[in-house]
């Protein structure tokens, strides 16, 4: 067995992906509840996540030598906080089954034959029996062209996981400035999508907003990222949120409002909203009239900003699109009409939202390609 890998070092995502520490995967072990993290290839994930679930990536870790921690959010890391653990560990295994790694080794063209595959790298080529993509996702059509070449239907990559640009000095004045948990949503469609929320110097990130891009990949692009986005600050959505409002303001009637702050929000934020909403920040609570409160509460709940384009997450980038989930055999990862050729990870039109979920489903139809390619 042999690896090809087209860089100069294997497991280049690996080591860079959760800022270093590797989000290895997300502890929720009920597939219900998993599948609602994948906005794409829920279908083949349904059969995949039985096979190799999240308690069978933690085993492998650990019989591999690497415990796994559990974050407040459900994300797991090595307990070592270093990528460089899962890495190694990857690494010994490949190593104690004899599998060979080839560096700066790139194919370009595979081609089918009577008794196996045809790998084509330059001038040179490599023959195989049977073979394993496990290439990633690329960001454009065009990268996909020799798998067109043999009949397999591509899904149009666009990006997913991307933070949003909102050209706007007051937000970005508060650039750090995090909520532990907030709504976002995306004007023209359903639904609000919940998490942190993180300003950033050119507009917002965080959970909440990567969610959304994941969820509505595709309705962004066709918008060429020109859209607008209400942000529920409070986490709580409308009805709580005006309870908790309204009892706050009685109870401290005689505070300034500047120093209310119901919802406990970092102060640079609440003297934000005061001040977009039009208000003195010393005025007491008792002395805002009804349309004043309803504005400072509309912006709590409900603040409007206009997104100008979209900006990738860091490492963690992903691409929504790849081989036709239709081509796929979900039982073992083989090319329905190809057979000795199987996928494996984000090549696959699948993908999911930040937090581990995109690992997962890497290490389970890994595994489900490899053990149907050796068999």
């Not at 909403?277 to 609570?285: I, P, R």
């Amino acid at each position: 067995m042999s690896i090809a890998e087209k860089s100069n070092k294997v497991l280049a995502k690996v080591r860079i992906s959760g800022g270093g520490r590797c989000n290895v995967t997300h502890n929720q072990t009920d597939l219900t509840e998993l599948l609602k993290n994948y906005p794409r290839g829920k279908n083949l994930l349904k059969w995949v996540l039985r096979k190799w679930s999240v308690t069978n990536t933690i085993r492998w870790f650990e019989t591999h030598g690497v415990q796994l921690k559990t974050e407040e959010d459900g994300r797991m890391f090595p307990i070592t906080d270093d990528s460089r653990t899962i890495v190694g560990a990857l690494q010994n295994a490949a190593e104690q089954l004899g599998v060979e790694v080839w560096l700066s080794c790139g194919v370009d063209r595979i081609e089918k034959t009577d008794t196996g595959f045809i790998c084509h790298e330059g001038k040179d080529q490599i023959l195989a029996r049977k073979i394993i993509l496990a290439t990633g996702g690329f960001p454009k059509s065009e990268h996909y062209n020799f798998l067109r070449e043999m009949g397999l239907e591509i899904v149009e990559p666009v990006p997913s996981l991307f933070t949003f640009n909102i050209p706007m000095p007051s937000l970005h004045a508060m650039q750090g400035i995090s909520t532990p948990w907030g709504r976002i949503k995306v004007a023209g469609h359903e639904g609000w999508y919940e998490g942190p929320i993180l300003i950033t110097h050119w507009g917002l990130s965080g959970p909440a907003v990567l969610k959304a891009s994941a969820f509505l990949a595709r309705e962004l692009q066709e918008s060429n990222y020109n859209f607008s986005t209400l942000v529920d600050w409070t986490g709580l959505g409308e009805e709580t949120a005006r309870e908790h409002f309204v009892s706050h303001l009685l109870m401290h009637a005689a505070k300034q409002i500047g120093n209310a702050n119901p919802f406990e929000f970092p102060r640079k934020l609440w003297e934000y909203l005061i001040e977009t909403a039009g208000l003195d920040a010393s005025k007491l609570c008792r002395d805002l009239n009804k349309a004043e409160k309803g504005k400072l509460l509309e912006l709590c709940i409900r603040s409007p900003y206009d997104a100008l384009g979209k900006t990738t997450f860091k490492e963690e980038f992903v691409t929504a699109g790849g081989v036709a989930l239709k081509d796929i055999d979900a039982n073992t990862m083989q090319a329905k009409n190809i057979p000795g050729l199987y996928f494996a990870g984000e090549i696959i039109d699948l993908d999911g939202v930040t937090g581990g979920y995109n690992f997962q489903a890497a290490w389970a139809t890994g595994y489900i390609a490899g053990s149907s390619a050796v068999k």
